[in-house]
């Protein structure tokens, strides 16, 4: 949960940067294209994040074997 905290912190900083108003501001500054790249960059991270995630929650069939032969 706490790995969750700066993905959530990023994702609301994005979400907030949304509203017509945030955009017009990037245009103004000439930061329209970096903003959207910020956007592509967080959710390339949350795709990546959210696979980690249910890798490690997938039990490992083959450890669990292993570790039953050991025994």
Do not use: C, Y
């Not at 979400?15 to 294209?33: F, N, R, S, Y």
């Not at 790249?37 to 795709?47: F, G, M, P, Q, Y």
């Amino acid at each position: 949960m706490a790995e969750r905290v700066p993905f959530n912190i990023a994702e609301e900083i994005v979400k907030k940067l949304g509203p017509l108003a945030a955009q017009e501001i990037a245009i103004w500054w000439g930061l329209k294209g970096q903003l959207s790249k910020l956007n592509s960059t967080v959710t390339r991270i949350k795709a990546v994040l959210l696979d980690a995630e249910e890798r490690v929650q997938k039990p490992h069939h083959q450890l669990e074997d292993w570790f039953a032969k050991l025994q």
